[in-house]
């Protein structure tokens, strides 16, 4: 072959090789460039930052399902209350549930602890490199107990979210003992009623982005209300702004029918206390409160100043996206309790004034 053609011959070669890797790569699906993932249930929308440079195999798996459509139909099978939530295992069809059909079990990447509010893949019975394609949030402080790759985090409301799935009715399910229900109770499940859509926790897990809230929100005295918690009964806040001090007032109370018995034990205070106050200054849409425990005393009785007790037991923090929805995420180490709950307004009796305070 003379060199005019071997070059020629050579020149062609690299050329098909290229074409044949250029229709391949093509061939291949392009993996959504997400910063964020979007996973929308019926208690609220959970936003999750993707963690890349921490872990990043995990974060292209965890897209490479979303991408694939695996996640469509899919809802969380377990909710351990206090522990965590779980997703990404099983579709339901209006009928019945079914095993999400998975891609290649990835190698660990355990550089993040299980704190609250992070997400992870779990794994099967705990082997190393075994995730697929489920994941967890964790509710609660794991990092103790597993070392399951972190690849993601909760932001915005989520929480509250996440919180409020987790107190939802747990039903021993056959295929899935411990899962989580709406409007359906125990009775339901041992009389042998159908679980439909509507009683799961469905997740429609996309790149989709979240609008951003806005941020030009001051807490003003607009916000002074009583506000409740549109999730669970027994519980509302009344809150007071003070602008000109740029201190906000919070007080969380209970609305129970009737005392307990004078013998009944408490995790916080006293049996018959049925308020937690707190106090703290404004930065913009959000304010940090310190949490005071007042006993002693009684209404209407003239009382010894010393004989009543105040003591300092952790942090509220207030937030508001807007004039009409906020967010109240405390932490208690007295009890070690810890959580987020999402308020809403009793009566919208201030709703224009808080708006017209934000537009001066």
């Not at 993932?37 to 208690?43: A, F, H, K, R, S």
């Not at 929480?159 to 009775?187: C, N, R, S």
């Not at 009389?191 to 929100?217: C, H, R, Y």
């Not at 009785?301 to 207030?318: H, K, N, R």
């Amino acid at each position: 072959m003379t060199r005019a053609k071997l070059r020629k011959s050579t020149t062609l070669s690299r050329t098909l090789i290229t074409t044949f890797a250029m229709s391949a790569l093509l061939a291949i699906p392009i993996m959504a460039a997400a910063d964020t993932v979007l996973i929308e249930t019926p208690q609220g929308n959970i936003e999750i930052e993707l963690l890349k440079e921490d872990a990043p195999k995990t974060v292209e798996n965890f897209l490479r399902y979303i991408d694939s459509g695996k996640y469509t139909k899919s809802f969380i099978h377990i909710s351990e209350p206090g522990n965590k939530l779980q997703g990404g295992g099983f579709t339901f069809n209006g009928s019945n549930s079914f095993f999400i059909f998975t891609f290649d079990p990835i190698e660990d990447e355990n550089n993040i602890p299980n704190t609250r509010g992070t997400v992870a893949m779990a794994k099967s019975n705990g082997a190393p490199d075994s995730a697929t394609s489920q994941w967890f949030i964790n509710l609660a402080d794991n990092s103790n107990s597993n070392d399951n790759t972190v690849f993601g985090r909760v932001i915005g409301n989520g929480m509250a979210v996440a919180d409020a799935i987790g107190q939802l009715t747990v039903i021993p399910f056959v295929k899935h003992p411990k899962l989580p229900v709406i409007d359906y109770t125990i009775d339901d499940f041992n009389n042998g009623k159908f679980i439909t859509e509507a009683n799961l926790v469905m997740t429609a897990v996309s790149t989709d982005a979240v609008a951003p809230a806005p941020d030009n929100f001051v807490m003003n005295a607009g916000l002074n209300d009583a506000w409740y918690n549109p999730l669970t009964d027994g519980q509302g806040f009344f809150i007071t702004v003070f602008p000109e001090l740029h201190k906000v007032t919070l007080a969380w109370f209970t609305y129970d029918t009737s005392l307990p018995p004078v013998d009944a034990s408490a995790d916080l205070g006293s049996p018959g206390h049925r308020w937690l106050t707190a106090l703290g200054d404004i930065d913009g849409d959000t304010a940090v409160l310190n949490i005071t425990i007042a006993s002693g005393g009684l209404f209407d009785t003239a009382t010894d100043v010393q004989a009543v007790q105040y003591i300092d037991d952790g942090t509220i923090t207030l937030s508001f996206s807007d004039c009409n929805s906020g967010m109240v995420e405390y932490d208690i180490p007295s009890i070690n309790r810890q959580g987020s709950v999402p308020i809403e307004r009793v009566a919208d009796d201030n709703a224009v004034l808080c708006e017209a305070l934000l537009g001066e």
